[in-house]
C-alpha cells in the first residue's frame, strides 16, 4: 500500500488545517489507519486512529476535542481534521496504515505502511 500524505502548511494559532492520506489500493477500506506526527528534535508521536470501517477512533489527549480522524472508504482517503490549531501542533505529519486496528493502535512501530509527511507550521 503506498500512502500518499497532502494538506500541511503554514497556518496562524487557532487556524484549521486539513490533511488528507490517498491510498493506493482497493483494499484500503480493510485498514486500520494512523496520523502521528514528528516535531524538531521530538520523537514522533500518536496522533489519531481509526479503524477500518469508522467506527472506533482514537485521539492522543493534547489533540483531543480539537482534531477529528475520518475515513472515505470509497475514495481510499482518510482525513485530519484540525481545528483550533496550537504553535505546539507544529510538526511533520505521518498517515500510516495497519491490517487490523488492535489495543496498541497508538504504537509506531506496529504499522505496516507510511506515507511520506505534511508538513504543518502554526504561528503565534
Known amino acids: 500500500v503506498q500512502l500518499q500524505a497532502s494538506g500541511g502548511g503554514l497556518v496562524q494559532a487557532g487556524g484549521s488545517l486539513r490533511l488528507s492520506c490517498a491510498a493506493s489500493?482497493?483494499?484500503?477500506?480493510?485498514?486500520?489507519m494512523g496520523w502521528f506526527r514528528q516535531a524538531p528534535g521530538k520523537e514522533r508521536e500518536f496522533v489519531a486512529a481509526?479503524?477500518?470501517?469508522?467506527?472506533?477512533?482514537y485521539y492522543a489527549d493534547s489533540v483531543k476535542g480539537r482534531f477529528t480522524i475520518s475515513r472515505g472508504n470509497a475514495k481510499n482517503t482518510v482525513y485530519l481534521q484540525m481545528n483550533s490549531l496550537k504553535p505546539e501542533d507544529t510538526a511533520v505529519y505521518y498517515c500510516?496504515?495497519?491490517?487490523?486496528?488492535?489495543?496498541?493502535?497508538?504504537?509506531?512501530?506496529?504499522?505496516?505502511?507510511w506515507g511520506q509527511g505534511t508538513e504543518v507550521t502554526v504561528s503565534s
Open positions: 481509526i479503524s477500518w470501517s469508522g467506527g472506533r477512533t
Open positions: 500510516a496504515a495497519r491490517g487490523n486496528l488492535y489495543s496498541d493502535y497508538d504504537v509506531d512501530g506496529v504499522y505496516d505502511y
Open positions: 489500493r482497493r483494499t484500503f477500506s480493510t485498514y486500520g
